[in-house]
């Protein structure tokens, strides 16, 4: 479907803020790139211009993406999400009088629990990849990483060998809003990681990258490629759940709780700006108290 190239060159322009300005991973700038051109999309349909939508044409919109596409309250909000900051940035660029979107509330989002790998799970996972080998050595890397530190993706696939520090175990990574802290890793990581850099790295490393984790070409490896490689090792392995980077952050988080770990702590190693953001995983806690409680306490259960 054609789509005004006028509106097509503010949403390049608006892809170039964010990847150079904003600092953001090409996943979610992909992302916002997806649900922003299927808005443009349908004003195309409508014979809509983007500059003059008013409130009820966005209810229109709404109506279009929960009853013709049959999207669920989640992807709706994320869509408005995208919609609200492609619309601040043409209010800011004076391209639209102001951001119409930020009148708007999107559905009530259902609660979903993060999902994440119990300890087991994650044992046969890190059992997969062939150490023997430069690309087995990386892919034990990613997931000891992205578990010892609960790093998002984005970040994982930015760190430079620079970043780290070997002798404190200590990695500065750049999270969102362009905001550094530092993340610490275990023997397990440290393991892999020296093996990797001393062995697999230097063999890949064809291009002379400063970037830690590398594709079979010696580049960069990025979001989706870290993705793929995942995808791969579930399947080699008997656990029948789908697998992402986030996934393992959230497994992270929940087995830290679990531990005994404080919300505080946890919160600052995930680099949630807000403890409402750590909470989440108290419900997983909670249910995993429950769990021991009915199998350990004398009096939880009747004998049969």
Same mark, same amino acid.
């Given at each position: 479907?054609d ?6 060159k ?5 892809l170039?803020y ?12 992909n ?10 999309e349908y ?7 983007f500059?003059?939508?008013?409130y009820?044409?966005i209810?229109f ?9 049959n999207?669920?309250n ?5 869509k408005l ?11 800011n ?6 951001n119409?979107?930020s009148l708007?509330?999107?559905p009530k989002?259902?609660k979903?629990l993060?999902?994440?790998?119990e300890?087991?799970?994650?044992e /046969?996972?890190?059992n ?7 690309l087995?050595?990386?892919?034990s890397l990613?997931?000891e ?6 790093m ?17 175990r200590?990695?500065?990574i ?8 530092f993340?610490?890793y275990? /023997? ?12 697999g790295r ?16 010696g ?5 989706r ?6 995808d ?7 656990i ?5 980077p986030?996934?393992?952050?959230h497994s ?6 679990n ?11 995930l ?6 953001a750590?909470?989440i995983?108290t419900h997983?806690?909670t249910?995993r ?14 004998d049969d």
């Amino acid at each position: 479907m054609d789509i005004n190239i006028k509106s097509i060159k503010e949403l390049n322009d608006y892809l170039e803020y964010l990847e150079y300005q904003k600092n953001y991973s090409e996943y979610t700038i992909n992302s916002y790139k997806n649900d922003i051109l299927e808005y443009l999309e349908y004003l195309n349909s409508e014979s809509l211009d983007f500059k003059k939508i008013e409130y009820s044409d966005i209810r229109f919109f709404l109506m279009y993406l929960k009853d013709k596409k049959n999207d669920d309250n989640t992807s709706i909000n994320r869509k408005l999400s995208s919609l609200r900051g492609f619309y601040k940035y043409l209010a800011n660029e004076n391209i639209v009088k102001s951001n119409v979107f930020s009148l708007v509330n999107g559905p009530k989002r259902s609660k979903k629990l993060p999902r994440y790998f119990e300890y087991n799970e994650l044992e /046969e996972l890190f059992n997969v990849p062939d150490i023997r080998t430069p690309l087995g050595q990386r892919d034990s890397l990613i997931l000891e990483m992205l578990y010892a530190t609960g790093m998002r993706v984005g970040e994982l696939v930015n760190v430079k060998v620079s970043d780290i520090d070997l002798g404190r175990r200590n990695i500065i990574i750049l999270g969102k809003g362009n905001k550094e802290r530092f993340v610490t890793y275990g /023997e397990y990581c440290e393991d892999i990681l020296k093996l990797y850099l001393k062995d697999g790295r230097l063999t890949l490393n064809v291009k002379n990258s400063d970037y830690l984790f590398l594709n079979n070409n010696g580049g960069r490896l990025t979001d989706r490629g870290v993705r793929f490689i995942l995808d791969k090792l579930i399947q080699k392995t008997s656990i029948n759940k789908s697998i992402s980077p986030h996934m393992i952050r959230h497994s992270f988080a929940t087995h830290l709780l679990n531990e005994g770990c404080d919300l505080l702590t946890v919160q600052k190693l995930l680099g949630h700006e807000s403890i409402k953001a750590t909470q989440i995983y108290t419900h997983v806690t909670t249910d995993r108290l429950k769990e021991v409680y009915y199998h350990s306490f004398p009096r939880a259960k009747k004998d049969d």
